[in-house]
């Protein structure tokens, strides 16, 4: 995998910047690679660039993004054309045509209206209110992913996916039903202190005992999968961390200062969780001998890893 990677969805806690770390992961002999919590599918898009499988099963629960992710694959030139027309048309009246935009999006669902949306919005942080309906507000200091840009990163990843995808919007555990042991499953779902309750950045929260039951029994299928689920940033945890008897290798990697903490005059390093299934540990030989130490791949990434 070289250079930049195509990135067409902007979405806060998508994984490009660390997917080539959880590439490291993957068995040589992966034939699927299943995302049942799709989000901006990094992961898929840095595996297809990679070569790491043959064909991908993109979910999310969120209908409109997987119609989105529909457009970019299957009619990149309509969305790029109709992108291009709304970046256009906003010119000079940014912010009532964003809301205009928005209230328009959230009677169609028409997906160049979602791609608009997730380009202007604050941090690309997507939110939704209680009846399910897209509330963020723009970022008014810019005009969204420039037309030419965005259409570059759109055929580029239609190039990789297109013939080999299959898309869906169900229940994750529904979307990965199908998986057998010569795939991987790569879950990012949302993590804990954000499941469970209601939260704005997602459709659906997710219970954790309804997780932990969907891992075991992957476990019993003798499935690999890969799951982000936890990390922190400073003194702040995000979630505990999972069941031992789930017999998952826990893996940190050093994602970089916080943006966030940044902004508030704190530097901070945010460290991201990575748990990996029995099944892929043996599949991948990664052996207990590295417990307790760090793995270094370059300067600015490393590993530690320990049972958990």
Sequence with gaps: MNGRLPHPVPYQGSKRNIASHILQFFPLDTEGLYEPFAGSSAISIAAASGGKAEHFFVNDLNAPLIELWHEIINSPSRLTANYQQLWNAQLGQERTFYDDIRRLFNETHRPEFLLYLLARCVKASVRYNSAGEFNQSPDNRRLGRNPVQMKSDIFAVSHLLRGRVALSSQDFSQSIETATPVDLVYMDPPYQGTSGNRDGRYIKGLDIAELTGCIANLNLRDISFILSYDGHCGDTIYGDALPKNLQL??????????????????????????????????RIELSSQFRGKILSKNKTSQFSLELS
């Design 249 to 282: 290798y826990h893996l940190k990697i050093d994602a970089g200062r916080s943006s966030q903490a940044t902004l508030l005059g704190r530097s901070e390093t945010t460290y991201e969780s990575l748990y990996l299934s029995p099944a892929l540990v043996d």
